[in-house]
């Protein structure tokens, strides 16, 4: 089975509003942080890397759809900002009845008819694994980005995130069909620092980590 797509803009720093922070973007006191990702097995939909907790507001998209054919979802992941409206239209020809057991962000969308086009919108960031109650194998993720500070890992498997504002922070990396591992960086202003790490499968039905809340 060919891998199925998945949607992703990537980042631009946004301004927030601590006077501090700004000042640091302003004068060009930010740092780089870059390194590479492996992953055992090929991994279906992205790998990002992000920083975890407050920043400037996450510029990935605000809206997204992942539709239902073949009882099955078209897309096994997909990227968004906080309060991003993600659209389930239902191509199959059979009803389903989606739902999430997310610690952060638990839902159900009632069972639906072919044509319907429920939504739902994705508030909380975090990793989200969306299933169908109706279809056991149907499974995708929403994973909702945090901020602004984030990149999605290159086929080569290097990545950088530029502008990332100075103090100790939490990166995380990411798959859907691998176990997230997270590292602490001390940023430092004008620096380079490096975050390499290699993914592991998550055990089948793991789903997401009951503590990706970011």
């Not at 720093?13 to 302003?26: F, G, K, L, W």
């Not at 907790?53 to 992941?77: H, L, M």
């Not at 999430?100 to 994705?122: C, I, K, N, T, Y």
Request: include cysteine; charged fraction near 20%.
């Amino acid at each position: 089975m060919s891998p199925r797509p998945f949607v992703f803009l990537l980042f631009l720093a946004a301004p927030i509003a601590s006077s501090v922070e700004t000042d640091a973007r302003a004068s060009g006191e930010t740092c780089i942080i870059r390194g590479s990702v492996a992953t055992r097995g090929k991994p279906r939909g992205p790998v990002m890397v992000y920083v975890l907790g407050e920043g400037p507001p996450a510029t990935a998209p605000t809206s997204g759809v992942i539709g239902q054919r073949n009882k099955a979802f078209d897309a096994d992941a997909l990227v968004v900002s906080p309060g991003a409206e993600v659209a389930f239209p239902n191509r199959d020809a059979v009803h389903h009845h989606l739902y999430s057991h997310s610690s952060q962000d638990p839902f159900e969308l009632a069972q639906h008819a072919p044509g319907a086009r429920p939504v739902r919108v994705f508030d909380r960031p975090g990793d989200v694994r969306v299933q169908c109650n109706l279809h056991e194998s149907m499974e995708t993720y929403v994973l909702v980005l945090p901020n602004a500070w984030a990149a999605e890992v290159a086929e080569d498997g290097t990545y950088v995130i530029e502008g990332v504002e100075p103090g100790v922070r939490t990166v995380e990396a990411w798959s859907a069909w691998h176990r997230p591992e997270r590292a602490e960086v001390t940023c430092e202003a004008g620096g380079e620092h490096t975050f390499t790490t290699r993914l592991r499968m998550r055990t089948p039905s793991s789903g997401p980590e009951a503590d990706a809340v970011y």
